[in-house]
């Protein structure tokens, strides 16, 4: 009976795995075995050769491979870091402001919200590489009638990449203000009305019933919003190019100029790795830290 | 007669009826640029004007831009179904080579453009010794000056030396005014590597000798400090100078408004300049790079584009590729003694590098902006065209934009410029 069981539920598992197998894990361990190989993109991959950790010593090395490689890995660190932590507070007030019936505008809050997000990115880079612009851009005019002079926007290393993060949030907030909201509809209203009862203000209610109830649902947005966040690319390449002085290269970006446009496959393929082990470490160490707040 | 007999009649006598040329068999290729929608529309219709002499060939265009041209050509060339023909930058030619994903002309087309093109170009679409595109334009650096700005400067003269050029350009910026002297380009490797190289050569250096970097010379010593005392007097503003990945941007936008009082540009900005300036690109004049302390005459860096044809493609295909293309060419395709690739060329004011094709649009090439890029010519280098000469260009870009926004000095630029290029070019050498 048992082995009936097993065998029926491997048969309807097959597919799936088998899929996964060939679109997923094989893709990664194709990959890995790259990285460790001396390997142009434009060759079959029986000419590549076995060059050991050679990839990954260039790419943490002091010549402009390694530099632009370290610069682009940080660059891509900052951007996730300021992405979630402008993002998630974001949607858990815009949730909280559309969530709450009694807050006047809360239906087109949330279609604006939403909206933004189903804007394709090419929409976005091209209004935005405008609204940026140093000497006609709206935002500086909007500045200076305030009295605040010019702002470089993408023009200086300084502040190209913040600009980058604000036209992410910008697009992705909307999605995770869903989330957020999805979130708050878990959290039974007895528990507030309990809370009112023993006194309790409606900051003390979000402090202690709100956020630490929304705390699996945050978690869930956080390694979406990262995940997302690592990936970005088309804002780059539509608008900056990854300048300027490298300052908006991020990796997948940098992972396709290396990989792609100059050939060199086993170095593309030693950065991917790179990039991968890195997001593997981050999710599992934010998995982690949730995981031991539980227990406390 | 049955409902079936009757329908088997209809489409036999609709078969009968069919123009015998359809029965031929036909070919597709594709052109795969990084030109503008006004440009493409020009080859669109010289590629129609082509068909009708052969219908069997048709002839697609795609556009995409400059910054993703190298990139899909890797990434499409690679299979049969990819463009058909590209038009490249001839820095890129070597490696694409190597790789196989140019077919070498046939030796009619060889023989031919070894005749019709000058000897300088012919070697740039050249790899070790085969010829592997048709060349088309030639482009080259000079520098490109506001006049209504000089005038109001008290300018009388375009500047002939580095000590004139700083002077123009101190005079030139007017920081209330949101105007700085001379423009340097930043965030696209071509735009920050070409100028910084012309007047490298306008000072008797080079980038590569004998497929060697010579950027730690006494010549390039100057050129690092001439950027770096024009970022600190705030006569360049590296904030008014980014460019995006159309090449345009607050460079090309503060230039045409009169923000930027000189910039070292190619010829082939003559159309972005008309379009963005109207009337008053009549205000623009070009004049040669001017010369540094250790210069003999005015120099400049030339580079050129050509057409290649996918050497992954179907034998059917390169060979209608190689045909169109060699029509494109030809005295004949275009007006008065031009071919129909030298007429779209000067539609945007680049040179056309055919021998021809110059003598064609003597008059037009002789305009007051262009004649300033054809008088340089002659004294140009061509850019160094060596395998790695894209990642080298991406690397030196990066160094001299860190210097221009102050991250380094002219003499930390300078050793880590020679450094990288040493270390590419014997990587890529290998």
């Not at chain 1, 507070?89 to 807050?103: A, C, E, H, I, K």
């Not at chain 1, 997948?252 to 792609?260: D, E, L």
């Not at chain 2, 790899?127 to 109001?152: C, H, T, W």
């Not at chain 2, 700083?166 to 930043?186: R, S």
Request: hydrophobic share 45%; aromatic share 8%.
């Amino acid at each position: 009976m048992i082995n009936r069981y097993r065998a029926s539920a491997g048969i309807m598992l097959a597919p799936a795995v088998t899929l996964i197998g060939v679109f997923v894990l094989l893709p990664m361990l194709l990959t890995v075995w790259l990285s460790v190989q001396d390997w142009s993109t434009q060759t079959p991959f029986s000419s590549a050769s076995f060059i050991g950790l050679d990839n990954f010593r260039e790419i943490f090395g002091p010549t402009s491979v390694g530099r632009d490689f370290k610069g682009a890995l940080a660059n891509t660190a900052i951007y996730t870091a300021l992405s979630v932590i402008l993002i998630l507070p974001l949607s858990v007030v815009f949730g909280l402001m559309v969530y709450q019936r009694d807050v006047a505008g809360g239906t087109a809050l949330r279609t604006v919200l939403f909206a933004t997000y189903m804007v394709p990115m090419i929409a976005v880079a091209l209004v935005w590489s405008k609204l940026y612009s140093p000497s006609e851009g709206p935002l500086n005019q909007m500045l200076g009638l305030i009295g605040i002079g010019p702002q470089p926007w993408l023009s200086s290393p300084r502040s190209a990449l913040l600009s980058i993060v604000f036209l992410n949030v910008w697009q992705q907030v909307g999605y995770f203000t869903v989330l957020a909201i999805a979130g708050l509809t878990q959290i039974p209203g007895s528990l507030y009305e309990a809370a009112k009862l023993d006194g309790a203000n409606r900051r003390e209610q979000f402090r202690f019933i709100t956020l630490p109830l929304l705390r699996r649902t945050l978690l869930f947005s956080a390694v979406i919003a990262i995940i997302n966040a690592v990936q970005v690319f088309e804002p780059v390449a539509l608008i900056t190019q990854g300048g300027p002085v490298g300052s908006t290269n991020v990796l997948t970006y940098h992972i396709r100029r290396v990989g792609i446009e100059r050939a060199q496959g086993g170095l593309g393929s030693a950065m991917a790795v790179m990039l991968m082990l890195s997001l593997i470490v981050v999710v599992c160490a934010l998995f982690a830290l949730v995981n031991r707040k539980d227990d406390e | 007669m049955s409902v079936a007999w009757t329908s088997k009649l209809a489409l036999a006598a609709s078969l009968a009826l069919l123009p015998v040329t359809s029965w031929a068999q036909s070919v597709n290729i594709s052109y795969l640029t990084h030109w503008s929608p006004e440009t493409v529309a020009l080859l669109e219709a010289a590629a129609k004007d082509y068909a009708k002499t052969n219908p069997d060939v048709s002839v697609t265009v795609r556009a995409v831009p400059f910054g993703d041209l190298l990139t899909t050509l890797r990434s499409q060339g690679g299979g049969s179904d990819g463009p058909t023909i590209g038009g490249i930058y001839d820095l890129w030619l070597p490696e694409l080579a190597r790789d196989k994903l140019v077919a070498p002309a046939p030796d009619a087309v060889a023989g031919e453009v070894k005749d019709a093109w000058p000897a300088g170009v012919v070697s740039a679409a050249s790899v070790g010794g085969k010829l592997y595109g048709i060349p088309n334009e030639i482009d080259v650096y000079a520098l490109n000056y506001n006049k209504a700005l000089f005038k109001q400067a008290g300018i009388t003269a375009a500047p002939k030396t580095w000590d004139e050029f700083k002077d123009a350009a101190k005079k030139l910026t007017n920081k209330d005014a949101g105007q700085q002297g001379f423009g340097m380009i930043n965030s696209w490797a071509a735009g920050v590597v070409h100028p910084f190289a012309s007047l490298l050569v306008s000072n008797g250096g080079d980038l590569v000798k004998d497929g060697k970097p010579v950027l730690d010379s006494s010549q390039a010593t100057e050129a690092f400090q001439l950027y770096e005392d024009l970022i600190k007097s705030g006569a360049s503003v590296p904030a008014m100078a980014t460019a995006d990945a159309n090449t345009t941007g607050p460079f090309l936008d503060n230039f045409v408004s009169g923000k930027t009082g000189m910039i070292i540009m190619a010829n082939w900005w003559e159309s972005a300049l008309k379009s963005g300036m109207g009337d008053k690109f009549a205000d623009i004049a070009t004049a040669p790079i001017p010369v540094g302390p250790s210069g003999d005459k005015p120099h400049s860096i030339s580079y050129s584009w050509m057409t290649v044809v996918n050497a992954n493609a179907g034998a059917a295909e390169q060979k209608a590729a190689w045909d169109f293309l060699a029509w494109l060419n030809n005295p004949k395709s275009g007006k008065n003694g031009a071919s129909a690739m030298s007429d779209i060329l000067m539609s945007m004011g680049i040179l056309p590098s055919r021998l021809s094709d110059i003598e064609a649009h003597k008059d037009k090439l002789g305009s007051e902006f262009l004649s300033g890029y054809v008088s340089v010519l002659a004294d140009a280098k061509p850019f160094p065209v060596v395998p790695g000469g894209q990642e080298f260009s991406e690397s030196l870009q990066q160094t001299l934009e860190a210097l221009q926004y102050g991250q380094v000095s002219a003499k930390d630029a300078q050793a880590t410029a020679q450094a990288d290029a040493t270390s590419i070019l014997e990587r890529a050498a290998k």
